[in-house]
């Protein structure tokens, strides 16, 4: 069973940094591509970032390049998400997300979404 739990979300101000993490269980962690996605109040869930198993390939959502920088330690079953430059926009609950595969060809169907999720954390960035 695969477990996913997220930690570091919290009220931060416009501008600042900061940095969620995701520790994985229940299968093996480095066989599979990870991600983060988020959803804002009233909105949908939108794709973040995603890392393949090799972290050979790293995408990032529009909204996020430049400013997020996602990454794993296969050696602690751990994906994290260094966010720096927050926006307002950013306010939302950020999940973690475990796919089946490892690597991806176009069209590049984590955009959707991944098998497994975490439960999420808040991030809140005041204006």
């Known amino acids: 069973q695969v477990r996913l739990v997220e930690s570091g979300g919290g009220l931060v101000q416009a501008g600042t940094s900061l940095t969620l993490s995701c520790v994985a269980s229940?299968?093996?962690?480095?066989?599979?591509?990870m991600g983060w996605f988020r959803q804002a109040p009233g909105k949908e869930r939108e794709f973040v970032a995603v890392i393949t198993w090799n972290g050979r390939n790293i995408h990032y959502a529009d909204s996020v390049k430049g400013r997020f920088t996602i990454s794993r330690d296969d050696s602690k079953n751990t994906v994290t998400l260094e966010m720096i430059s927050l926006k307002p926009e950013d306010t939302a609950r950020y999940y973690c997300?475990?796919?089946?595969?490892?690597?991806?060809?176009?069209?590049?169907?984590?955009?959707?979404?991944?098998?497994?999720w975490g439960k999420g954390t808040l991030v809140t960035v005041s204006s």
């Open positions: 997300a475990q796919d089946d595969v490892g690597d991806y060809d176009p069209p590049y169907s984590f955009i959707y979404g991944m098998r497994y």
């Open positions: 229940g299968r093996t962690f480095s066989s599979h591509a």
